[in-house]
């Protein structure tokens, strides 16, 4: 049961920026745990894309940045490309001992 | 070439068991936290169980606890997870993940696809 929110959908023409929150709580982003993305393309395995609130693995690109604050954390995605059409999830750590992911969005480039 | 690869997943009845098979190559299992994380048709991620790098120390979803459990070859390089009264709730693609220290996956297999249903 995913216990961060995320927004179901969100959508931008090409060039465009456009962010993704994730909505968590006191025992998990709130408490201090790290939030963590993932790029899930069709058909396709996630990916690691954002790792530690804000830093970015090796090759992927700087059009993609994290941040974190408090219980939420974004995604923000700018200069959006077509090959950015995916599902993407946050992912972060819960005091009752498991790994909770976001309810997952989709991007869609107009 | 560094990898994930599982396999064992099928059509299973209601009530039946099946085990999950993932494959390492280049790196060691026994030396890395290991996950097994599912994804049901349409649906979003989760998590499901953990085995620690000494194999001793394993945790799992309420979903599944008392139900499936995790666990590892070395000598094979290879982890598991046995479901046994399996669900149609636990139909979904399953995918090994390997964590890194920080509670995240860096790298993640291709996925099997388990179908529970008479």
């Known amino acids: 049961q995913s216990v961060l929110t995320q927004p179901p959908s969100v959508s931008g023409a090409p060039g465009q920026r456009v962010t993704i929150s994730c909505t968590g709580s006191s025992s998990n982003i709130g408490a201090g745990y790290d939030v963590h993305w993932y790029q899930q393309l069709p058909g396709t395995a996630p990916k690691l894309l954002i790792y530690?609130?804000?830093n970015r693995p090796s090759g992927v690109p700087d059009r993609f940045s994290g941040s974190k604050s408090g219980t939420s954390a974004s995604l923000a995605i700018t200069g959006l490309q077509a090959e950015d059409e995916a599902d993407y999830y946050c992912?972060?750590?819960?005091?009752?001992?498991?790994?909770?992911f976001g309810t997952g969005t989709k991007v869609t480039v107009l | 070439e560094v990898q994930l690869v599982e396999s064992g997943g099928g059509l299973v009845q209601p009530g039946g068991s099946l085990r999950l098979s993932c494959a390492a190559s280049g790196f060691t299992v026994r030396g890395n936290y290991m996950s097994w994380v599912r994804q049901a048709p349409g649906k979003g991620l989760e998590w499901v169980s953990v085995?620690?790098?000494?194999?001793?120390?394993?945790y799992y979803a309420d979903s599944v606890k008392g139900r499936f459990t995790i666990s590892r070859d070395s000598s094979k390089n290879t982890l598991y997870l046995q479901m046994n009264s399996l669900r149609a709730e636990d139909s979904a693609v399953y995918y090994c993940?390997?964590?890194?220290?920080?509670?995240?996956?860096?790298?993640w297999g291709r996925g099997t696809l388990v179908t529970v249903s008479s």
């Open positions: 992912q972060s750590y819960d005091s009752s001992l498991s790994y909770v």
């Open positions: 085995i620690n790098s000494g194999g001793g120390t394993t």
């Open positions: 530690g609130n804000s």
């Open positions: 993940a390997r964590e890194v220290a920080g509670w995240y996956f860096d790298l």
